[in-house]
């Protein structure tokens, strides 16, 4: 059981808004007409394209394949044909275009064949690998692939659940805890043994407490040391870091995982899809989101992947003053630059701002350095520090004072008396930095080629050298064999280029030595003094000679000259 | 585009301004009961002073002149200069103190949140220096009537000595210059029951506007509680050492400025240390150099100087104190 919980720093009270949505049950969200499922699924890996267009494919039937550590697989959210494989636009504030897979229901809905996965016989390998075929990612908004979460972790003494919801306006986890909170334990008490974590910890804010009871009431239903603990409302008590610190009191520092300190942490919806994977053998597919904001029927949906948002803007009827669509929630959520975008499994809320609900900031004032951010900050950072650092383009110091610490969740712009878009500037701090790293990796790379084809060069240059050394001292060996290398300088091989002149030498004197063995047979033993005589002297005149082999080239151009 | 987060704090600068501009009345109401209204004159000129110099330079700054002029900040300058000065000091002295704080050391700094000094602050120790008999010309409590404030303000009337009496701290100084104890001196006129005569009441209601920037969380407790024991606690010391040498620390809280400046002046965010660490160091130190001027100075009264000292530690001071990032403390990351 938990004991007491920890408390963390800074956090804002913004008006909750759940009561528009939260009552509201899940209901499934009608069929669109055309699928849009974006292969794009996971943090920083896209699946490969599996089918072709005009392939027929069913329900839960697989569209594309994991690529990479980080790769999911994709799947056909319902029974249909697919009609396309192109580009079209994400659910991203930039709006670009990702690989998609368009898929023209047939309204039949037909299920792949689909079979329950045994976890308890299986390896563990085994398990993740079938989370990472049903497409499991974080459901919690950051769609972080499951199966390397857990697959990271050894040692976890906690799992955690996150249902604490902080975002204001979002209502989707709470209905699922309210309406399966026997699956999604169900699903956690599977990633807890997946894991091998001693306990089970539930957090939800306390804003929720039909929620809270409905898990409480299915905890009793799972073995082992399972606990849901009311967390109080107070945003971000739903950041990953911030509710492992309440449940805790640990503290996971930025480039940190949790499994570093024994606790792992998942989103109830994730658990849930886990259930559904391995209980039943269903992909991930759909997921329940929140449909409100300034709407005439505000509601939760479970809705299929790649439905298109405008489809969706339907059911809950925005009224007539709405002037944008965002999607997540006011906190860290973005506005929908288009609507025909696809939902995605991150994709947890799309909310209808009008004037009225989401008034436009007021002009920007200067800083007064009054450090409501400061006080208001979950990462215990200096935002105004940044700030200043961050206009100045002062990005060294902005990284000394733990620019990247800083999560984004907006409390500091939410306080500034001086209606600073604080986060904005981090925002822009950071990817400055990024665009940095990345020219100074590219710069890097091109130096180390150069640096590398230097060394090649060099290398070559030794290679050629201590071969012809090799060849020399060979033909000394030779030489000392017939008894006629006396004459060679004693050092000779402490010193490349004498050995190369020995060499050289070698080679003449052997030369010579071989002309008069072919022209003369038989010869005296008096001819033959004399005629060694004639060499000895020749020889030593060749040694006083300049011209002889000692310029060689190659050695002129020693390792020194070009380094 | 506009980024998240889509919702904000109903909260401005103005806002916090407003607040401390409340704040300052029940100071004000006391001043008004205790010495007169001429302060409200004085107030009055600095305030139309403030705007008329604020807009001028945002104009000729090229700034956006209403969105600046309206947020209260050249307001906030202009009575906390009307309130540190005497409140007899002719207008031109006020209007030029004013002109100095917002011109020079406000906007020629780049305006408001750029100044590294407080501008009430620097304006004040500009007249001391520059007008050293004008600014030690108090009124005593109840003495001068509005008329003759009015005139002491506008001109003409200068018959000084007729109407003002000297400050306590100043009582205090000279008297222990001349061969009295504390014990003696604080039976004489200018001594109330902890501070100054009046003055004292004037102080409790600084206090009571202190409470009230703390309640709204305008201010946070640090600056206050670290000036505060900064002054009690050198003053304490030697007072426990030489009891007839030195005055209490409850006199030298409930005197001079030192009630204004814990709460309105130390409190200047802009030009203050930032860090929870930092401003106590910051406020504490002010205390510390207030009391040292006071005791052992030149003047009989030293915040205005221990500001500007302290001012100028302050980017050292935060760079020094920056708290632990979350998941950084305790030496478990390298």
């Known amino acids: 059981m938990i004991a007491r919980l920890f408390n963390f720093h800074g956090g804002v009270k913004p008006d909750a808004h759940k009561n528009e949505s939260a009552n509201a049950p899940i209901q499934p969200a009608p069929m669109p007409s055309r699928l849009v499922v974006p292969l794009r699924q996971s943090t920083r890996a896209t699946a490969r394209c599996i089918v072709s267009p005009g392939q027929h494919v069913l329900k839960g039937e697989r569209i594309g394949d994991p690529e990479g550590t980080l790769g999911t697989a994709v799947h056909a959210p319902t029974s249909g044909t697919v009609v396309e494989f192109g580009l079209h636009p994400l659910a991203h504030p930039s709006g670009l275009n990702t690989r998609c897979v368009v898929i023209e229901p047939d309204g039949e809905d037909r299920w792949v064949e689909r079979h329950p996965f045994d976890y308890h016989t299986a390896t563990r390998e085994q398990a993740l690998a079938q989370l990472r075929d049903c497409g499991i990612v974080g459901l919690g908004g950051a769609t972080f692939p499951s199966h390397v979460k857990l697959g990271r972790g050894s040692g976890i003494d906690t799992l955690i659940l996150n249902g604490a919801e902080c975002e204001p306006w979002i209502t989707c986890d709470d209905r699922l805890m309210r309406e399966r909170a026997a699956d999604i334990l169900a699903g956690a008490s599977i990633l807890r043994e997946l894991i091998g974590a001693r306990r089970l910890v539930v957090g939800i804010e306390d804003n929720k407490p039909e929620a809270i009871a409905a898990m409480q009431a299915a905890a009793g239903g799972i073995e082992g040391d399972v606990a849901v603990v009311a967390v109080p409302s107070l945003y971000p008590a739903g950041g990953e870091k911030q509710l492992i610190r309440v449940l805790t009191g640990v503290e996971i520092p930025y480039g940190k995982l949790g499994a570093e300190f024994g606790v792992q942490c998942f989103n109830v919806g994730t658990a849930h899809a886990v259930y559904r994977a391995l209980a039943h053998g269903e992909p991930l597919i759909s997921r329940v989101l929140t449909l409100t904001g300034n709407v005439s029927r505000p509601g939760n949906y479970e809705v299929l992947i790649g439905t298109p948002i405008s489809h969706l803007l339907a059911l809950c009827a925005p009224k007539p003053d709405t002037d944008r669509t965002l999607m997540g929630g006011p906190m860290m959520g973005f506005a929908l630059p288009r609507l025909d975008v696809p939902v995605v499994k991150g994709t947890n809320c799309i909310i209808s701002a009008s004037p009225t609900l989401f008034p436009p900031p007021q002009p920007e004032q200067p800083c007064i350095r009054c450090g409501e951010c400061a006080r208001a900050c979950p990462a215990e950072l200096q935002p105004f520090e940044l700030y200043w650092f961050s206009r100045a383009l002062n990005f060294g110091k902005a990284q000394e004072y733990n620019l990247f610490d800083c999560i984004e969740c907006g409390c500091c712009s939410y306080v500034c008396p001086s209606h600073i878009p604080l986060v904005d500037y981090y925002r822009f701090a950071k990817s400055e930095i990024w665009a940095r790293e990345r020219e100074k990796s590219a710069a890097d790379q091109a130096r180390d080629r150069f640096e590398f084809r230097n060394y090649r060069q060099e290398r070559e240059k030794e290679e050629k050298a201590a071969k012809l050394a090799a060849k020399a001292a060979e033909t000394r060996a030779k030489m000392a064999d017939k008894g006629a290398a006396e004459e060679a300088p004693a050092n000779a091989d402490a010193d490349p280029k004498k050995a190369l002149i020995a060499a050289a030498l070698a080679r003449a004197k052997a030369q010579k030595e071989a002309a008069p063995v072919r022209n003369t047979e038989a010869l005296s033993p008096e001819t033959e003094k004399e005629i060694a005589e004639i060499d000895a002297r020749r020889i030593k005149a060749a040694l006083i000679d300049p011209a002889t082999p000692a310029g060689d080239t190659p050695s002129e151009r020693s390792p020194e000259s070009t380094s | ?334």
């Open chain 2, 1 to 334: 585009m506009i980024h998240s987060p889509y919702i904000r704090k109903p909260a401005s600068v103005q806002r916090v301004m407003l607040n401390v501009l409340l704040a300052l009345t029940p100071g004000i109401a006391a001043y008004v009961w205790q010495i007169g209204a001429g302060i409200l004159v004085n107030l009055a000129i600095a305030s139309v002073t403030a705007v008329a110099a604020e807009v001028l330079m945002l104009s000729l700054r090229r700034r956006p002149v209403m969105l600046a002029a309206t947020d209260l900040s050249a307001i906030v300058t202009a009575w906390l200069i009307a309130l540190a000065f005497p409140s007899i000091v002719p207008w031109w002295l006020t209007v030029f103190a004013v002109l100095v704080a917002i011109v020079a050391v406000k906007h020629l700094y780049g305006g408001l949140g750029q100044n590294p000094f407080n501008p009430a602050m620097a304006a004040y120790c500009t007249m001391i220096v520059a007008y050293p008999s004008l600014m030690s010309q108090w009124p005593a409590a109840g003495t001068v009537s509005f008329d003759t404030q009015l005139q002491l303000i506008l001109g003409g009337l200068r018959e000084i000595d007729a109407v003002t009496g000297a400050t306590a701290l100043d009582a205090l100084r000279t008297g222990l210059r001349g061969d009295a104890n504390v014990g003696t001196l604080l039976q004489t006129a200018p001594f109330g029951l902890f501070g100054g005569r009046g003055w004292e009441w004037i102080a409790g209601g600084y206090l009571l506007g202190g409470l009230f920037l703390l309640l709204t969380r305008t201010i946070t407790w640090h600056l206050p509680t670290g000036f505060l024991a900064g002054l009690a606690l050198t003053s304490g010391v030697l007072w426990l050492f030489h009891p007839d040498q030195f005055a209490s620390p409850m006199f030298h809280l409930a005197s001079g400025g030192a009630m204004l400046a814990a709460f309105f002046i130390v409190t200047d965010p802009v030009s203050g240390a930032t860090t929870p660490r930092g401003k106590l160091i910051f406020a504490a130190g002010i205390g510390l150099i207030a009391y040292l001027i006071r005791a052992f100075g030149a003047y009989p009264e030293g915040i205005a100087f221990a500001v500007l000292l302290m001012n100028i530690c302050v980017p050292l001071i935060d760079m020094k104190t920056q708290p632990a990032v979350f998941g950084h403390r305790g030496g478990r990351q390298s």
